[in-house]
């Protein structure tokens, strides 16, 4: 099992900036890739950056230029860094790791953090 614990979310200004942090812990071993989801009201979840032991990342095309994904292995930790943030980016950000368990790749999720941007 991983458990994952996401902090840094609140309310910012649009053109403001939100530091995300994830810290993984427990079977840690076995975790292929980290990244970011996010969910807004009334819409489904959907990607926002993953990277594979930092070296390999996908951004989506929204937040591209404007987010940065990075991981520190050592740590275990992923990070989010999210500048020019607009009313859009509004939604529940959740931190995912990608595992392998008998062969099989499993999905863990954080319990997610609220990031609000005013207009």
């Known amino acids: 099992q991983v458990q994952l614990v996401e902090s840094g979310g609140g309310l910012v200004q649009a053109g403001g900036s939100l530091r995300l942090s994830c810290a993984a812990s427990?079977?840690?071993?076995?975790?292929?890739?980290m990244g970011w989801y996010r969910q807004a009201p009334g819409k489904r979840r959907e990607l926002v950056a993953t990277?594979?032991?930092?070296?390999?990342?996908n951004v989506a095309d929204s937040v591209k230029g404007r987010f940065t994904i990075s991981r520190v292995n050592g740590k275990n930790m992923v990070y989010l860094q999210m500048n020019s943030l607009k009313p859009e980016d509004t939604a529940v950000y959740y931190c995912?790791?990608?595992?392998?368990?008998?062969?099989?790749?499993?999905?863990?999720w954080g319990q997610g953090t609220q990031v609000t941007v005013s207009s």
């Open positions: 990277t594979t032991s930092g070296v390999s990342t």
């Open positions: 995912n790791a990608v595992g392998t368990v008998g062969g099989s790749l499993v999905n863990y």
């Open positions: 427990g079977s840690i071993f076995g975790i292929n890739a």
